[in-house]
């Protein structure tokens, strides 16, 4: 399967502690794409990360990739009760037209 | 900009009716996708679209069907509703499939009586 796994499946941590999330795969990728999901809402895309690099990041989130491990992780420093919510990961193998996605982690911030 | 639209946002069907969830865009993206999602779970794949006139199945396809005349509008259709498919509904897009990011409508809670 494509699907990527989270780990871990669901973290509690302290508001403006950082939080570190991870993925793996099985597939070599082209691409894997991290995404958010607040209760109830639809998803939102945070980071794309290309198989040529190694890390990005956008504001208070840093992505790794690791081609050789097969992994990702997701790093989301100085949290705020906003970041609660359960976070997706979606490797995309080369030609690959599905976008899948595991069951994710589920981050609450604590205030 | 509206983005991804999903209607209706509730519908309760009872078993054996027909219905269709609708799903439209306003960004010409090519690519668009259905997933439902249950209780504590991911979201699984239903059917996706890589352009008007082209559908695929996803990963749970049986009981969905999809068609895709114009860009904008994905269209879902349940033909004969089942209790198993009481779920939360996504249609999602982007401009060039997996390749870029995808964009969410905010779902349809679907519940089969």
């Known amino acids: 399967s494509q699907q990527g796994e989270e780990d871990p499946q669901a973290l509690s941590i302290q508001e403006g502690e950082n939080a570190t999330m991870n993925c793996s795969y099985k597939t070599s990728i082209n691409n894997l794409q991290w995404y958010r999901q607040n209760s109830g809402r639809g998803l939102v895309h945070l980071i794309l990360i290309r198989s040529n690099e190694r890390e990005k990041h956008s504001g208070r989130l840093r992505v790794t990739l690791d081609t050789s491990k097969k992994s990702s992780s997701l790093l989301i420093t100085a949290s705020r009760a906003a970041d609660t919510a359960s976070y997706f990961c979606a490797p995309i193998p080369f030609g690959n037209e599905k976008l899948t996605f595991g069951t994710g982690t589920r981050l609450t911030i604590i205030p | 900009n509206a983005g991804v639209t999903q209607t209706p946002k509730f519908q309760v069907l009872k078993t054996g009716q027909s219905m269709t969830l609708q799903c439209a865009q306003d960004?010409?993206?090519?690519?668009m996708s259905w997933y439902r999602q249950d209780p504590g779970m991911g979201l699984r794949l239903i059917h996706y679209s890589v352009g008007a006139g082209i559908t695929d199945q996803g990963e749970v396809p049986n009981g969905y069907n999809v068609s895709r005349s114009t860009t904008e509008d994905f269209p879902l259709r349940l033909l004969s509703a089942a209790p198993s498919q009481t779920s939360v509904y996504f249609c999602a897009s982007s401009s060039s499939g997996t390749g870029t990011e995808a964009f969410f409508g905010q779902g349809t809670r679907l519940t089969v009586v």
């Open positions: 960004m010409n993206h090519e690519y």
